[in-house]
């Protein structure tokens, strides 16, 4: 057996414990897919196309759009914070400061999403501290509203996510070196002209990684749509669970959740395929 095949063989073998777990997810998402197309809603017989075409209703494709609309507002939201908040982390050098930094920012991904919800509900409700600040200090002459809206939706989707923004961009933080930024000083830039020309351009596969992951995040959540924005913020994951409690139309559920893979991956592949492009053309430049 030659190296090439012998290397190739080591790495399937080092894969295959997890092509092993990822079988159950692959068998479940085909399941939903031959569900998709099923004649009855509630069992699987038949073929047929008229769950997707009932997605085609206007009220369903205004989900569509709510759903893209607050997953690339959170995820702009999220790589806009989570820049500094790396910064931060990768300019740390004691490990007990590190090892608190980083509990704190994975502090929402400990908690449940039914706690976190509810203490934003506490904080942004009409008698919550935020309306209780503003009606102390006379900037408003009644709570305003931040629940029940894409306000307070959008809200719970950036600090739910914010982790998984944080820690992809901290990987390519830590893999630039400190001489580029000591060469950029040297030679008269401002820190903000480096940290545009040289840290920012570094940092893109780290962004491309983290905007990837909380696009995808925010396009499927349920809980946070659901507890923050009732049923005023009509996402994609809440008709799907209205598809299948109240409604009981399993296989319309089963469509609806097949376009939320497809338009996610489209939507992560047109974000790759316009970064890509411009990066090349600022190349060319």
């Known amino acids: 057996m030659s190296s090439s095949s012998s290397g190739r063989l080591r790495l399937a073998l080092l894969a295959l414990p997890a092509i092993v777990l990822l079988l159950p997810f692959l068998m479940a998402v085909l399941f939903v897919l031959r569900f998709s197309f099923s004649a009855e809603t509630q069992e699987i017989a038949g073929f047929s196309l008229e769950r997707y075409a009932g997605l085609l209703d206007p009220f369903f494709l205004r989900s569509v759009l709510l759903t893209l609309k607050l997953a690339a507002l959170s995820t702009v939201i999220c790589l806009v914070l989570a820049v500094p908040v790396a910064m931060l982390m990768a300019s740390i050098q004691q490990p007990i400061w590190r090892r608190v930094v980083t509990s704190l920012i994975l502090l929402p991904m400990i908690l449940n999403l039914l706690i976190q919800s509810y203490g934003w509900i506490m904080v942004l409700g009409p008698n919550g501290i935020i309306n209780g600040v503003l009606l102390k200090l006379g900037l408003v002459d009644r709570p305003i509203q931040l629940l029940f809206n894409e306000i307070g939706v959008l809200v719970g989707l950036v600090q739910t996510a914010l982790p998984l923004a944080v820690f992809p961009i901290l990987g390519s933080m830590r893999a630039i070196s400190v001489q580029y930024l000591e060469a950029s000083a040297s030679l008269g830039a401002q820190p903000w002209r480096s940290f545009r020309d040289i840290t920012l351009p570094l940092l893109k596969p780290g962004l491309i990684g983290a905007a990837s992951i909380v696009f995808a995040f925010n396009a499927s959540a349920?809980?946070?749509?659901?507890?923050?924005?009732?049923?005023?913020?009509?996402?994609?994951?809440?008709?799907?669970?209205?598809?299948?409690?109240?409604?009981?139309?399993?296989?319309?559920?089963?469509?609806?959740?097949?376009?939320?893979?497809?338009?996610?991956?489209?939507?992560?592949?047109?974000?790759?395929?316009?970064?890509?492009?411009?990066?090349?053309?600022?190349?060319?430049?």
Do not use: C, N
Not at 228 to 241: D, E, K, N, P, Y
Not at 260 to 281: D, E, G, V
């Open 222 to 285: 349920f809980a946070v749509p659901l507890l923050l924005g009732g049923r005023r913020v009509q996402t994609m994951g809440v008709a799907i669970r209205d598809m299948i409690s109240p409604m009981f139309d399993w296989a319309g559920a089963a469509a609806a959740g097949v376009s939320l893979i497809a338009i996610t991956l489209i939507s992560l592949s047109a974000a790759t395929w316009l970064s890509t492009r411009a990066t090349q053309w600022q190349g060319a430049r």
